[in-house]
């Protein structure tokens, strides 16, 4: 085994890491964690700290660190066959077999599943997926995609495009034309105080409307949306919102687009976000939970109102012009039958409604009354709990996303790692389904811990 040592100098000489402040990290400033293993809710560093993963990586360790049923599965298949291609055609037992697993489970009314590696790919493909709709529709103007502010969808140049965080725009040129963003469905944050939730959605959706007008209906080709705003915040939508939505889009003809790359298999307790909320898409993005991230595997399932036009473009153009090389890669294929298997067999999804609820419960009973919470929310395995400065006004602190690393540093010390959410006062909590009633109250206990040191 590499020294510790030699592997941080490697590591702040040669890793080019993600969403990581550069110079500080050169700098050696910004912290470095090497992890070595995991179990279960718990990963493992190589200084022999446990902690509780209170993020399950990136909202999609879904089963859990160390599944020998998954990684038995991707052994078997990579001894056996690790790669061949899916173009033309081609398939294996494992991308076969999961395709039928996927639209098994899919919303009603979908008819294809295309595979790809991540969500940010997917949505690339969804979008060209739209444009190609509309092309043999006959509506080449059609073609301007309708996204929220504080929406997430990747950060590709599409992708990034989609997402509604300056962050991931600053300096990148980015959002590219024809995309448009509208207002966020979060109502902490909604523009009057005494604003009722039913009022906040008809804003929502007067706003959209208004949008649509601007621009001019004929030009505007689909909405992307994820049925629980993410790494914006973990926001569930206000009542009546998602109703609202479809009935203007449906009055424009515009496509709905579910990224459901955090709610997909499981973590808001259902299936699916877009049958909790009754969504009716057109496309649906998925990633993370679809292997539990044991292997890179995305996807886009296809309504059949588009599937039929896509087969019309086909016969009138040839060949359907769009793959990846990894698309439907066999080891993330068999990564994903063997965890949808175990998602199935441990009652993950149950698990999601009980133990998230308790999350939330224990989480508001923890810290709900402290002066610096504005409140705790969340859906299934999702929680969130935002900070201010101040509670009668709802401000911010200063500058706005100073405190909650705060707390979240003063978490790890104790074991615990929660999420500081992008341009925001919000801890974020999307723990593996698999989470128990005690890791959930340790959690919320930890929670208050910190928060008391940081803020008194
Ligand atoms: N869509 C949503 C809703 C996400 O949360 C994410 C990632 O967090 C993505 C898309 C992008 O997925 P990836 O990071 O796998 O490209």
């Not at 699916?272 to 886009?300: E, M, N, Q, R």
Request: proline share 4%; net charge negative; hydrophobic share 40%.
């Amino acid at each position: 085994m590499i020294a510790n040592d030699q592997l941080a100098q490697w590591d702040r000489e040669n890793f080019f890491h993600p969403s990581t402040h550069l110079a500080q990290f050169d700098r050696g400033e910004a912290p470095q964690r090497i992890i070595t293993g995991g179990e279960g809710s718990h990963i493992i560093d190589r200084d022999g700290n446990r902690l509780l993963d209170g993020f399950a990586g990136l909202y999609c360790v879904n089963a859990g660190y160390g599944r020998k049923e998954i990684t038995e599965a991707i052994a078997k298949q990579a001894d056996e066959l690790a790669y061949f291609h899916s173009y033309a055609g081609h398939g294996t037992e494992a991308s076969i077999t999961l395709s039928k697993m996927v639209m098994d489970r899919a919303p009603e009314g979908m008819a294809r599943v295309y595979f790809g590696l991540g969500g940010s790919d997917a949505n690339e493909t969804n979008i060209k997926l739209v444009w190609y709709y509309n092309n043999i529709r006959g509506l080449p103007e059609k073609k301007k995609i309708i996204s929220r502010w504080r929406g997430y969808h990747g950060s590709g140049l599409m992708s990034g495009s989609l997402t509604g965080l300056e962050l991931f725009h600053k300096k990148f040129d980015l959002p590219l034309s024809n995309i448009v963003h509208t207002e966020a469905p979060f109502y902490y944050r909604r523009p009057e105080a005494d604003m009722s939730e039913a009022d906040f959605t008809a804003y929502l959706i007067r706003e959209l409307e208004a949008l649509i007008e601007r621009e001019g209906p004929e030009t505007i080709a689909a909405f992307i949306g994820e049925p629980v705003l993410g790494t914006g915040g973990i926001v569930p939508p206000p009542e009546g919102y998602w109703e609202g939505v479809q009935e203007v889009l449906a009055r424009h003809d515009i496509l709905m687009i579910a990224d459901e790359v955090i709610t997909g298999f499981g973590r808001l307790g259902s299936m699916f976000g877009s049958d909790h909320y009754g969504i009716k898409p057109d496309l649906i993005t998925i990633a993370k939970g679809l292997t539990s991230a044991y292997a890179p595997l995305s996807g886009s399932i296809v309504g059949q109102r588009m599937w039929d036009v896509l087969c019309q473009g086909t016969d009138e153009h040839g060949v359907f012009g769009h793959g990846w090389t990894y698309s439907a890669h066999p080891i993330g294929a068999a990564a994903g039958v063997a965890n949808l298997k175990l998602i199935d067999e441990l009652g993950l999804v149950e698990n999601a409604t009980t133990v998230g609820a308790h999350l939330r419960r224990a989480m508001t009973e923890a810290v709900g009354d402290h002066v610096n919470v504005g409140e705790v929310r969340g859906e299934g395995m999702l929680c969130a709990v935002e900070l201010t400065s101040d509670r009668a006004t709802r401000a911010s602190f200063d500058p706005m996303g100073s405190v909650a690393p705060k707390v979240v540093a003063a978490m790890l010390k104790r074991g615990v790692i929660a999420r500081a959410m992008p341009q925001a006062d919000m801890l974020g909590f999307a723990p593996p389904l698999c989470l128990t009633t005690e890791e959930a109250d340790h959690i919320a206990a930890v929670t208050a811990e910190s928060l008391k040191e940081v803020l008194g």
